[in-house]
């Protein structure tokens, strides 16, 4: 996404512990647990925003909210919601129990709280298109904007492939 060139720019000593292997860690921890959080709030409102046209939308003269198409959409935006709201509540009380944050459980419910906010955001910003029908991809509607920061969250810091395959290594299931 972007090129960062630092020159003349002086050296800031991280840590006086030795290796900076675990505050490295640490950070990158933090940073998911952080993302998957606003992944989380991204996701309410996604579905907040599909839930009210749905039930202010109206096609053959009712509702479009009492299609069945559309309660599985709003209902499946709901579960992986929950899904991710567990999940990163998880990685963010793992940092906070934890001494170093780099090794252990914080760092495999961080890795599992990029993976399972990422995938909800992007299931939940897809079916609000679905839901909007065209007007989605109009720059009069919202719901694209949540998309594309979607498809962008999605890759920030890692995709889920690769969180979960990190999950499976800190593990030791692979």
Partial sequence: MATVTLSSVPALQLSDDGPIDGVVERNVNMALAVLSAEQVGACERVLEIATDYARTREQFGRPIGSFQAIKHKCANMLVDLEWA?????????????????????????????????????????????????????TWEDSAHLYLRRARTDEVVFGTPAQHWDRLSELTGLR
């Fill in 85 to 137: 709201r567990s999940a990163s509540q998880a990685a963010l009380q793992a940092l906070d129990d934890s001494d170093a944050g780099a090794a252990g459980e914080a760092g495999w419910r961080a890795s599992m709280a990029k993976a399972v906010c990422s995938e909800a955001l992007r299931s939940a910003a897809s079916s609000n298109i679905q839901i909007h029908g065209g007007i989605g991809f």
